[in-house]
């Protein structure tokens, strides 16, 4: 199955400052999600990104907030920006497994997230 | 509404079965995932069942489905202090694309 490289596993950051996630995988890969798991919560689906297109955002989400890049079918970038303490999360990007499709999804190890 | 819904914590001995429950509303569910979380560490996949099946088994894992009552289990046999982790339970909707929702996860202790 697709191994995800997911960078920096930690940070903590300053409030009014931005942090940019970055998610490498092994394999091409034509869908690409990111996910926050708030303390104790499950996890909420951000936004969809496929290459070549922009990004989908859910509900509740906006591109201004979470810009994303996505140049190429391995790569994607999630950015949580004017960062304040509410967002203080772990951050997942996920992806369909290429060689599962639909049956199941691959994640990376996270992102855990402290802003100060 | 789209809702997963488990309980936040189980705690059995070591040796013994445990049996982690998840209820959803959707009944468009296509497939239906156990993922396992470590400590600091990503979500893996456990196994998953077909909506139109009542029951998988995967070596100590057996998964449940009862769909009249959107009803599903993971029942893990011979629970190893190993197997203590965040077990979350998960269903995949379409919404014209497919979207996976989450529950909040159930805490599985394991005493030796």
């Known amino acids: 199955s697709a191994v995800i490289s997911q960078k920096p596993s930690r940070d903590i950051c300053q409030r009014g400052t931005s942090l940019t996630i970055q998610c490498q995988v092994d394999?091409?890969?034509?869908?690409m999600f990111w996910y926050r798991q708030q303390p104790g919560q499950s996890l909420t689906l951000i936004a969809t990104?496929?290459?070549?297109?922009?990004?989908?955002?859910e509900s509740g989400f906006v591109i201004d907030k979470f810009p994303i890049s996505r140049p190429n079918l391995t790569f994607s970038t999630l950015t949580v920006s004017n960062m304040s303490p509410e967002d203080s999360s772990i951050y997942l990007c996920?992806?369909?497994?290429?060689?599962?499709?639909?049956?199941?999804?691959?994640f990376g190890s996270g992102t855990r997230l402290t802003v100060v | 509404g789209e809702d997963v819904e488990q309980s936040l914590f189980l705690s059995v001995r070591e040796g013994d079965s445990s049996v982690i429950n998840c209820t959803y509303t959707?009944?468009?569910?296509?497939?239906l995932y156990w993922y396992k979380q470590e400590p600091g560490a990503g979500l893996q996949l456990l196994t998953y069942?077909?909506?139109?099946?009542d029951m998988k088994q995967d070596q100590r894992l057996t998964v449940l489905l009862n769909k009249k009552d959107k009803h599903l289990s993971l029942r893990i046999a011979d629970t190893q202090t190993g197997d203590s982790a965040i077990y979350f339970c998960?269903?995949?909707?379409?919404?014209?694309?497919?979207?996976?929702?989450f529950g909040a996860g159930t805490r599985l202790f394991v005493k030796a």
């Open positions: 069942i077909f909506s139109n099946m």
């Open positions: 998960a269903e995949s909707i379409d919404t014209g694309g497919f979207k996976t929702i």
């Open positions: 996920s992806v369909e497994d290429p060689d599962r499709g639909r049956v199941g999804y691959t």
């Open positions: 394999s091409q890969v034509t869908m």
């Open positions: 959707d009944s468009s569910s296509t497939y």
């Open positions: 990104a496929n290459q070549g297109s922009e990004a989908t955002y």
